[in-house]
């Protein structure tokens, strides 16, 4: 039993990250949900809120002191609008494309991240961390089947600016990856979750709100379920940023991002569940690749636990 929470507290960096998949695969749903009704931005905008709102309490609760120093401002800021951008662009690649195809896109952020961490933070990037990463984005691929690399192999994609969309979702990937080093730098700097994600819902909220103005995209919801699920992205979206930021801050930036790839298994049932999506034998290879990947990850942190000193040793 010792053994077991002893490794439960190793690894919960990575658990963590697996619990910002589900959150995120549910939230993409709900946002997919919404296309043609609510526009990204407004999504967005209101998403952001949530998270400002939600955890505004547990600063006071918790006793968090929401100050930052002028080096850790600097960082913050870049990570709220690598933040606020990439979840714009995720949204707009939602509601253009397949959820599928989005989110295998959004999987490049893998090879992204883990070459970022180690140019800005000297992170080692292994042969073996290369190898599980493009294993990982191969199983996405194969899971999602975009349109654009299959051909006739999958349906026609849905209506919508596909290009628009191909593109938001390759931009997204990037910012992707710049918020996943700049989290973890955060976390380095000793820069408290919760101040994390208030600055980016306060500062990006009022960001997305600006573009939804410029634009002219602002909506009423309908009474009802409409509002029922923009309530519910905003929940779902203040949890995946909790489990993320704690995931970043516990463990590698490359291994999370890895981890984070999962979240193509929950979106894939999750549509088959939602939109009746019919499983194709391709997303059952594809399963296995990324779940290999996952588990590749875990069994070498094992191994480099192992040659760590037990605790009691001199």
């Not at 949530?50 to 800021?77: A, D, E, G, S």
């Amino acid at each position: 039993m010792g053994c077991f929470w002893r490794n439960l507290r190793l690894h919960k960096g990575l658990i963590f990250a697996f619990a910002s998949c589900i959150f995120m695969s549910c939230g993409s749903i709900s946002v997919k949900i919404l296309s043609g009704r609510i526009s990204p931005t407004e999504v967005a905008t209101l998403r952001l809120y949530c998270f400002f709102v939600l955890i505004l309490p547990l600063l006071v609760l918790f006793r968090v002191p929401p100050k930052v120093t002028l080096t850790q401002l600097k960082w913050l800021l870049l990570r709220i609008v690598a933040g606020t951008s990439a979840m714009t662009l995720s949204f707009y690649s939602y509601q253009n494309i397949p959820v599928g195809d989005a989110i295998a896109i959004f999987l490049c952020n893998t090879i992204f991240t883990g070459i970022f961490a180690w140019i800005t933070m000297g992170e080692r990037y292994t042969i073996v961390d290369a190898l599980l990463a493009v294993i990982a984005i191969l199983g996405v691929a194969l899971i999602a089947r975009p349109s654009f690399l299959f051909g006739d192999l999958v349906a026609a994609p849905e209506e919508g600016n596909t290009l628009l969309g191909v593109l938001a979702a390759l931009l997204c990937a990037l910012c992707d990856s710049i918020v996943f080093v700049l989290t973890r730098k955060l976390g380095g700097i000793v820069v408290h979750p919760f101040i994390q994600i208030m600055a980016f819902g306060s500062a990006g909220s009022v960001l997305s709100a600006i573009v939804t103005t410029a634009l002219g995209e602002w909506r009423i919801p309908q009474c009802g379920k409409d509002r029922l699920i923009l309530i519910f992205i905003g929940i779902i979206g203040s949890f995946d940023q909790i489990c993320m930021t704690l995931a970043f801050k516990l463990e590698r930036a490359s291994y999370v991002a890895m981890v984070k790839s999962n979240n193509v298994i929950v979106a894939f049932l999750l549509e088959f569940a939602v939109f009746n999506t019919v499983p194709h034998w391709l997303s059952v290879i594809g399963t296995l690749l990324v779940l290999f990947s996952s588990l590749g990850v875990t069994i070498k942190k094992w191994i480099a636990s192992r040659n760590l000193p037990q605790e009691g040793e001199n």
